[in-house]
């Protein structure tokens, strides 16, 4: 269900009405059935979904919520991140990924957590992407996004700009780049095209800009994974990277950090693209979206990208 105070629950009731949804698959939205009823008062959406208890999992036969009854309504105010809806979205998150470690649920899509949140209940992690990483001790995982338009992976994830060049290796980017083939190859059916970018302007022109990291870390990984039957182009300036003669031709492109892939994704798709974790074993899909608690309970949250992440993790649990 995500954060409590922020547009998870008003998403969540779309998802457990929308009949197409229900089509695909058996929608189980892991959080507070109070908290939902509460927003859909506040909303004007429709309350009339079922409850389930763990162990009713195995059995679900139809969109329902598990209650997890994870947090005191006197501590949420909506829009308003605290304590109290940090340790809630942890423990959703957490029970979510157990039921799929232990087979009870085929996949897991989440909703948008706050790091603000996360930190001030004492959670480590500072986000989804590692907390499934930690909880499934999953030592080789990249963050991606997918899309009908365009599809990203990235290298490096949340630091700051300074810290990016240390935080590149050629081993890391022989793993980004090999799980990224791996999932694309199961979604196309074919080997995918993909294109890696550099990480300084011009891809440093030859050295004149940067470290030579285009030349010492890239490109090496680049040649590791090409003798590996590989199809890969680059690295190419990340300027022209995403010009739409590029995107014709590339099925995935490697990102170096955050804003290089993240910006044409949400420039390209902010609506459609889905945030996936590749590496675990385990399906994870989230929204590619915040909290946005500016607009929270107030019945103008676009569930669309929601049930996006819903349709392609039927996809990739299939």
């Not at 300084?200 to 470290?211: D, Q, S, T, Y």
Request: proline share 5%; charged share 20%; glycine share 8%.
């Amino acid at each position: 269900m995500g954060d409590p105070a922020g547009i998870g629950p008003e998403i969540c009731l779309d998802l457990l009405t929308d009949s197409s949804i229900a089509d695909l698959c058996t929608p189980i939205v892991f959080g507070d059935a109070n908290v939902l009823r509460l927003c859909a008062q506040k909303t004007d959406k429709s309350a009339d979904f079922k409850e389930i208890s763990s162990n009713d999992l195995v059995s679900a036969a139809g969109p329902c919520v598990l209650n997890l009854e994870l947090i005191d309504q006197s501590l949420l105010e909506p829009g308003v991140v605290n304590e109290a809806t940090g340790h809630a979205t942890y423990g959703y998150i957490t029970q979510a990924i157990d039921a799929c470690l232990s087979q009870c649920v085929h996949a897991v899509t989440t909703c948008p957590a706050n790091k603000e949140a996360l930190q001030s209940a004492g959670i480590p992690q500072p986000g989804h992407t590692e907390i499934f990483a930690d909880r499934t001790q999953s030592k080789k995982f990249c963050m991606a996004f997918l899309s009908d338009e365009i599809n990203c992976s990235l290298v490096t994830v949340h630091a700051g700009y300074q810290e990016v060049p240390h935080l590149l290796n050629e081993q890391r980017i022989v793993d980004v780049i090999e799980l990224t083939r791996d999932t694309h190859k199961k979604l196309l059916g074919k080997e995918p095209r993909i294109t890696v970018c550099g990480l300084n302007p011009h891809a440093g022109e030859n050295g004149l800009f940067g470290n030579r990291e285009e030349e010492l870390i890239i490109q090496p990984a680049m040649d590791r994974m090409r003798k590996e039957g590989c199809d890969l182009v680059g690295p190419v300036p990340p300027d022209t990277a995403f010009t739409q003669s590029q995107r014709n031709v590339t099925d995935a492109y490697i990102c170096m950090y955050h804003d290089q892939g993240l910006i044409p994704v949400k420039t390209i798709a902010f609506e459609s693209a889905v945030n996936v974790t590749l590496g675990l074993p385990i399906v994870r899909t989230s929204v590619d979206h915040g909290t946005a608690l500016d607009i929270a309970w107030l019945g103008k949250a676009d569930s669309r990208n929601l049930k996006s992440a819903v349709r392609l993790a039927v996809r990739l649990a299939g």
